[in-house]
């Protein structure tokens, strides 16, 4: 009896790129996460130490790492502050011995005064503000397929199309199994003082999945 060997029909997909507006959480550790407009201060929010971390909206394994470094910089800034206080008042009661050493008729209070005026005291930094997501909104490149469960932004908006981040994109998809079949671009033209020229406004890419 002959073998016979079914093949899967293959698997069709679009996936496609625009540019659109979200919301960008900047968070204290320095990284930052390109979410849906609207949702940002709610990630913001879960991430704040105040809240524990089984509460975070948004969890990923680097939570509590990042949580701990965003506390140890506070507690550096604090240290640095610290000095700089420390430093700043040994100099202020150098110009008051000075002042005395020279027979100086102002007294201690005026002294300062003057001194203030021309070195103001250094400000304590704000922990609470360092410890808290900013949540900014703006424009990003996204490559979005539902086939392939895909949905990552790629780029800033004040960028060229994308060419170089959707390459690596299309990399990880074909690890998956997918492969491009064909890329079509949107267009539009932009006029300038001297000018007008094509520039890439979005694009559609037909993936592929399985046996041709």
């Known amino acids: ?8 029909p293959p698997t069709y997909a679009y996936l496609t790129v625009s540019a659109r507006r ?23 929010e879960s991430w704040h130490p105040d809240h ?9 394994p680097g939570y509590a790492q990042r949580t701990a470094q965003a506390a140890a ?10 000095g700089e206080l420390s430093r700043w008042e040994a100099r202020l009661r150098s ?3 000075s002042n005395k050493l020279r027979l100086d008729p102002a007294d201690d209070a005026t002294v300062r005064k003057q001194y203030e005026r021309e070195y103001p005291r250094p400000e304590p930094p704000d922990a609470a ?18 086939e392939a469960q895909l949905a990552v932004p790629l780029a800033e908006a004040t960028v ?3 060419r170089n ?30 000018a007008s020229r094509a520039v890439v406004i979005g694009a559609a890419v037909l993936l592929q999945c399985g046996a041709p």
Not at 22 to 44: F, M, N, Q, W, Y
Not at 54 to 60: K, L, R, Y
Not at 129 to 146: D, F, G, R, S
Not at 178 to 187: A, C, D, I, L, Y
């Open 129 to 146: 503000v360092m410890l808290t997501p900013k949540v900014q909104v703006a424009v990003w490149w996204h490559a979005e397929c539902q």
């Open 160 to 162: 060229a199309f994308p």
């Open 165 to 194: 981040a959707l390459a690596n994109t299309l990399t990880l998809l074909a690890k998956s199994g997918w492969r491009v079949v064909h890329v079509s671009e949107e267009r539009a033209v932009e006029h300038g003082a001297d």
């Open 73 to 82: 910089d506070v507690a550096a800034r604090l240290q640095a502050f610290e």
């Open 52 to 60: 524990s971390a089984s509460s975070v909206a948004d969890p990923d």
């Open 1 to 8: 009896m002959r073998d016979i060997n079914l093949m899967m």
């Open 95 to 97: 110009r008051i011995s």
């Open 22 to 44: 979200c919301d960008v959480v900047l968070l204290p550790d320095g990284t930052r996460k390109v979410v849906d407009e609207g949702s940002g201060h709610r990630i913001a």
